[in-house]
């Protein structure tokens, strides 16, 4: 195995993207920052910026802003199957109803009550075109296959595209459909379960078992993600057949993240080793730090609004709980790896994880 220390970095999707490092920056929905995917693109990562909820205007002043940032390449994360979400319209009963298990955590934090607006989120294709018209190197989706038009389009655009799987059947869909790498998202992730061939409860598989499966069963590179926080994460996700290795949480906590700071705190707090699944705060089946909403709410959870209009009621009141130091009555998303992570600029824990992983795989020469 000699010389295999100074060859990790140059794996295939290393060098299709033009990256230094097989690590890539996972994006945040609502909470991603210009300067954190900055840094990890000049540092010789993927950056990556997570465009939930953002509409065209956002997308491209997100963009130039990132370009202004770094000249490295970067990419641009969307949901995929916004147009069931948007079209979705409850009436004004069935609105008053899904707010109603929330008024109390309204009241407590002086926060008045929303009414039923036009639409709960932008439409895909309004997304969509945003995004090719901005040209990232590379655009990820979640949530489903990219449809061939969305394929073709980024790739006459010389955008390379990655899908996201939790089942080894969502990573073949995502082979066939001619992505152009997979993300293997394991069980111990932060934030949202992106399942959808199955139930994302059925779709619970740890990353050492789900990425050399996924390695084996697909033609493109493969993307490993969920729980990795250091070097010899890295190593492993590389030694079970990985091109790259996915972070988030870990970045999270770093001096560039635009976490609010409750959140960064809870991520170093007596709870983070102790992250559970649950829909209450968005609809969806997520990862995060438990907490007193989260705990009233899963005990009523047959009452609450389904995904996208959950996540929109919890919205209206979450930055105000953030602003008011308040983490027990908001989301705060974060994987089983949350105790692991490092409150240090961006560029050094990039440097940490480089030499960590160095050191993991030089153990065996
Ligand atoms: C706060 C937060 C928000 C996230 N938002 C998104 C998102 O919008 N799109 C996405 O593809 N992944 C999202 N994720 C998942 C991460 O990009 C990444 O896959 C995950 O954090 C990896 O697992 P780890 O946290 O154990 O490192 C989010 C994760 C967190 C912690």
């Known amino acids: 195995m000699a010389g295999r220390t100074s060859d990790w970095r140059s794996t295939r999707l290393a060098g299709l993207l033009g990256l230094r490092l097989p690590i890539v920056l996972g994006p945040f929905g609502g909470i991603s920052s210009v300067p954190l995917a900055a840094a990890v693109s000049n540092a010789g990562g993927l950056g990556s910026f997570g465009l939930y909820g953002y509409d065209a205007g956002r997308i491209s002043e997100t963009t130039t802003r990132l370009r202004a940032a770094t000249d490295r390449p970067f990419n641009l994360n969307l949901w995929l199957d916004h147009d069931e979400a948007t079209s979705l319209r409850p009436s004004e009963a069935e609105f008053a109803e899904w707010l109603r298990p929330l008024v109390p955590y309204f009241t407590e934090l002086g926060v008045p009550l929303p ?118 994460g890295i190593a492993a996700a590389l030694t079970l057949g990985a091109d790259a290795a996915l972070i988030g949480t870990a970045f999270l906590a770093t001096h560039e993240s635009v976490a609010p700071a409750v959140h960064k705190a809870a991520i170093h707090g007596g709870e983070a080793g102790h992250t559970v699944l649950t829909r209450v705060f968005s609809g969806r089946l997520a990862r995060g730090i438990p907490n007193r909403m989260q705990r009233e709410l899963d005990q009523v959870s047959a ?50 994880l480089e030499a960590e992983t160095d050191a993991a795989l030089g153990r065996w020469r």
Do not use: Y
Not at 143 to 152: I, M, N, R
Not at 328 to 351: H, K, T, V, Y
């Open 115 to 232: 009414t039923r607006p036009d639409r709960f989120l932008p439409t895909f294709d309004e997304q969509f075109e945003a995004v090719l018209s901005a040209r990232p190197d590379v655009a990820s989706f979640v949530f489903g296959v990219p449809s061939a038009d969305v394929l073709e389009r980024c790739r006459t655009a010389g955008i390379r595209t990655v899908g996201s799987a939790t089942t080894v059947d969502e990573a073949v869909a995502l082979d066939a459909a001619g992505v152009d790498a997979i993300v293997a998202t394991g069980f111990e992730a932060g934030g949202h379960r992106v399942s959808f061939l199955r139930e994302a409860e059925e779709s619970l598989t740890g990353l050492f078992a789900l990425l050399p499966h996924i390695v084996d069963a697909v033609s493109v590179p493969v993307i490993a993600a969920g729980g990795i926080a250091d070097g010899r």
């Open 303 to 352: 009452d609450l609004a389904p995904f996208p209009v959950q996540n929109w009621l919890t919205g209206r009141f979450k930055p105000i709980a953030a602003e008011q130091g308040n983490g027990e009555l908001m989301s705060m998303w974060a994987g089983q790896s949350a105790p692991r992570a490092r409150s240090i600029p961006a560029a050094d824990l990039i440097s940490a």
